[in-house]
């Protein structure tokens, strides 16, 4: 089985109804393993087994059950999905403008209060039917097609109640208007509602239309992302420099970037060096610096040299490219909240057509002259006050906005799952190395007996040490180059495994290592013994040297400390979350790294495959874990978290491996996910609690229940703005998330 994953817009989604119907549908299609459909950005996500389910079958599902699946199929083009959603808001504001202007020209002939000021042609029955036709059955068309084709399958959705309630409204009018004499004689009162059908259409239109001008505004992550791009990059080919569209730029070019200029694509510095504002792409606001064989990262800017760079990665393999699909993924992802809006949704359509049953029958029986038209008005305002587009809403809008957030920050979220499962999480278990750790080990102390020997022993070092293949032997040989020392050839060298290297400079016999070494040795350290043994406690490795027998001084290397480390674990604790170290090192040095770093709770010793078992130890009781590595190495453990994040460059295995990926590096980040995470809850949880309210005091209200009592009834044009109202006031909300900054106490 080949799984593959594809995500497609679809027009014409309006309710949470239309996407129970639409993942039943792509569920049944041979070979899909999982159907997600998202109401806020109207696209579908499917898992499926590409030997037995192609595009042509999507269509096919999506077009059965009243609705437009827009899958692109060639390989080098792109559905402009902006463009088409402008083009349905230029639709949808012509209907609008249509029904309303017709409506008001009804409503103005009709409504009581009203009718006295307008033009008799306008009051004539006739008139008012041929203005209330096109509204019904063209601008309606869309209503009515989604309603067959949902009954042809069994189902009900917004569609539905629209329809049956408008047409209700019309026919009811059409009836009065074409035969008054039969409606006399039947004892109903002669008065239609054209106005009430065609208002309804328009308002409903209306909010629509308000509602996806919202939601387009809950997308705006992307668009800055995509807008990030450059739109030219400039190659050098046969010694001539030109510039060409970013979409011909092949692996392998070399490009030259200017200052000022935005890095094209992904790739490798081969001549020059320069300072890159990568801020857009990781967060970080501090320029760095790059030189040569140094990756650079398609879409941040230049800010002081010029360079030439090979292209390594284009088109959808670049960074950029992988930031924008995986926050479009986890925009159109469910959270497990939403389940309770989905099973609601399915049922409620339904219930809302047996609860209209019932309450023109209340009315028609035991309701007031004319009983018709009251029990027909209630009806219809219980259909067109029940729309669950709100409910449908709720969770969508706040998941879009909240990844979106925390792709600003440089915190990117792979599902809507992992940015709810976040603000749960009670234990952090960092690894140390490259993690709370730069993972590269640096020379922290160059210290001689005499201190004006401090290069002279560097130098000797760097010497000795060229021949050594150790990973300690790089690090002083490149510390020793760029102190642009001249390093001296070394004769009779020997590795002496466990403790160090020798060897003879000049005629002189060196010797490099450990403290063991130097015991072996007889090599008398004299009163640095104190600060050596200070040094390793603090979780230093210490390289000692004797020259012809003589302590000659010491050098000090440690994997340093990140910078955002103390912050960043400093941060979680305030929030009442417990800090896990865990590391392969030994417990001295990784009681120093904890110490420093106020961490108490250290797992010293454990070995790469122990990490997963560790995690689940932790887990055993009963607390969320999230797990911090580099994303790669830390792998199992990572995936069997409550939570992987990986602090990783945002390459494509850091993010296909954690939930969270931190492309910033920034520790401080991982207190700021789960803080996202509460934000995003608590603006879910504040429009569930809306949407549900909205629905069960107005539909009773709908019914009448307050007539006999208080004779408040509720007209169908007010339910129908009532019910927009309700679902734009829903995404303007999540829209608030937009304006509040993430803040660590």
């Given at each position: 089985m080949t799984q593959n994953k594809k995500t497609f817009l679809i027009k014409g989604i309006h309710c949470a109804s239309c996407v129970t119907v639409l993942e039943d549908s792509l569920s049944k299609v041979n070979g899909v393993i999982k159907a997600n459909v998202n109401l806020a950005t109207e696209k579908a996500t499917v898992?499926?087994?590409?030997?037995?389910?192609?595009?042509?079958?999507?269509?096919?599902?999506?077009?059965?059950?009243?609705?437009?699946?827009?899958?692109?199929?060639?390989?080098?083009?792109?559905?402009?999905?902006?463009?088409?959603?402008?083009?349905?808001?230029?639709?949808?504001?012509?209907?609008?403008?249509?029904?309303?202007?017709?409506?008001g020209l009804i409503l103005w002939g009709s409504f009581p209060l009203l009718m006295d000021t307008s033009p008799k042609i306008l009051q004539n029955f006739l008139v008012q039917l041929i203005l209330a036709t096109p509204v019904q059955f063209w601008v309606g068309f869309g209503f009515y097609r989604a309603t067959l084709l949902a009954l042809k399958h069994r189902t009900a959705n917004m569609d539905t109640l629209v329809t049956i309630g408008t047409t209700v409204a019309y026919g009811y009018s059409a009836f009065i208007a074409l035969f008054p004499d039969i409606t006399k004689v039947a004892g109903i009162e002669v008065m239609p509602y054209f106005d009430v059908a065609t208002i309804i259409i328009g308002l409903i239109l209306l909010g629509?239309?308000?509602?996806?001008?919202?939601?387009?505004?809950?997308?705006?992550?992307?668009?800055?992302?995509?807008?990030m791009q450059a739109k030219t990059a400039r190659i050098i080919k046969d010694g001539k420099e030109q510039d060409i569209p970013i979409d011909m730029v092949k692996i392998g070019d070399l490009i030259r970037v200017r200052p000022g200029d935005k890095i094209p694509v992904d790739g490798v510095i081969v001549e020059g060096e320069s300072s890159i504002d990568e801020s857009m792409v990781t967060g970080e606001s501090m320029p760095v610096d790059k030189f040569s064989s140094a990756s650079v990262i398609?879409?941040?800017?230049?800010?002081?040299?010029?360079?030439?760079?090979?292209?390594?990665?284009?088109?959808?393999?670049?960074?950029?490219?992988?930031?924008?699909?995986?926050?479009?993924?986890?925009?159109?992802?469910?959270?497990?909240?939403q389940r309770l809006a989905d099973l609601v949704s399915s049922y409620f359509v339904p219930v809302v057509l047996m609860l209209a049953i019932v309450t023109f029958v209340v009315w028609y029986v035991f309701g007031n002259p004319p009983v018709v038209t009251f029990a027909l008005l209630n009806m219809i305002a219980v259909l067109i006050i029940a729309c669950p587009c709100a409910m449908g809403l709720a969770t969508p809008t706040a998941i879009m906005v909240g990844t979106g957030k925390g792709a600003e920050y440089g915190i990117l979220i792979k599902d809507a799952e992992s940015l709810e499962t976040a603000h749960k999480i009670n234990t952090v278990i960092f690894d140390k190395t490259g993690t709370l750790t730069n993972g590269q080990p640096e020379i922290t102390d160059v210290i001689a007996v005499n201190e004006k020997d401090q290069d002279k022993l560097l130098m000797l070092a760097g010497s000795i040490e060229k021949g050594s293949e150790h990973s300690l032997a790089q690090v002083i040989v490149k510390f020793a180059e760029s102190k642009k020392l001249s390093l001296l050839k070394t004769e009779k060298f020997q590795?002496?495994?466990?403790?160090?290297?020798?060897?003879?400079?000049?005629?002189?016999?060196?010797?490099?290592?450990?403290?063991?070494?130097?015991?072996?040795?007889?090599?008398?350290?004299?009163?640095?013994?104190?600060?050596?043994?200070?040094?390793?406690?603090?979780?230093?490795?210490?390289?000692?040297?004797?020259?012809?027998?003589?302590?000659?001084?010491?050098?000090?290397?440690?994997?340093?400390?990140?910078?955002?480390a103390k912050e960043g674990t400093v941060a979680l604790q305030k929030m009442g979350i417990e800090v896990?170290?865990?590391?392969?090192?030994?417990?001295?040095?990784?009681?120093?790294?904890?110490?420093?770093?106020?961490?108490?709770?250290?797992?010293?010793?454990?070995?790469?495959?122990?990490?997963?078992?560790?995690?689940?130890?932790?887990?055993?009781?009963?607390?969320?874990?999230?797990?911090?590595?580099?994303?790669?190495?830390?792998?199992?453990?990572?995936?069997?978290?409550?939570?992987?994040?990986?602090?990783?460059?945002?390459?494509?295995?850091?993010?296909?491996?954690a939930d969270i990926t931190l492309i910033n590096k920034d520790l401080k980040s991982v207190a700021m996910a789960i803080v996202l995470s509460k934000k995003t809850i608590r603006t879910i949880k504040q429009n569930l609690f809306w949407a549900f309210g909205y629905n069960a005091i107005l539909i009773p209200v709908a019914m009448g229940v307050l007539y006999p009592l208080f004779h408040i009834s509720l007209n169908p044009i007010f339910a129908s703005v009532a019910m927009a109202t309700s679902s734009v006031s829903v995404v303007l909300n999540s829209l608030l998330l937009k304006k509040k900054k993430i803040k660590l106490n």
């Open positions: 898992i499926y087994d590409s030997e037995k389910a192609t595009n042509q079958h999507f269509i096919n599902a999506v077009s059965s059950v009243g609705y437009k699946a827009l899958i692109d199929d060639k390989k080098d083009g792109k559905i402009d999905e902006e463009l088409e959603k402008q083009k349905e808001l230029r639709d949808l504001k012509i209907k609008v403008s249509v029904s309303l202007f017709l409506g629509r239309y308000f509602e996806a001008k919202a939601k387009a505004g809950t997308s705006e992550a992307i668009k800055k992302l995509i807008g398609g879409a941040t800017v230049n800010k002081t040299g010029s360079f030439i760079f090979r292209a390594t990665k284009i088109g959808k393999e670049t960074m950029l490219a992988q930031i924008i699909k995986l926050v479009q993924e986890a925009q159109g992802s469910k959270a497990p909240i590795a002496i495994l466990g403790h160090g290297v020798e060897g003879v400079i000049n005629g002189q016999r060196i010797i490099f290592g450990n403290k063991r070494l130097m015991d072996k040795e007889k090599i008398d350290i004299g009163n640095f013994g104190d600060k050596i043994l200070k040094m390793e406690s603090n979780g230093k490795t210490v390289m000692m040297l004797a020259v012809d027998g003589n302590f000659f001084g010491f050098i000090a290397v440690a994997d340093i400390i990140k910078e955002s896990v170290m865990i590391t392969g090192d030994n417990q001295r040095t990784a009681n120093a790294i904890g110490k420093s770093l106020g961490i108490k709770r250290i797992l010293a010793e454990i070995l790469p495959d122990q990490k997963e078992m560790e995690v689940r130890k932790i887990q055993a009781s009963g607390k969320v874990v999230a797990m911090v590595g580099d994303g790669i190495n830390d792998a199992p453990a990572l995936a069997v978290a409550d939570i992987g994040i990986a602090m990783g460059s945002g390459t494509d295995v850091a993010i296909e491996a």
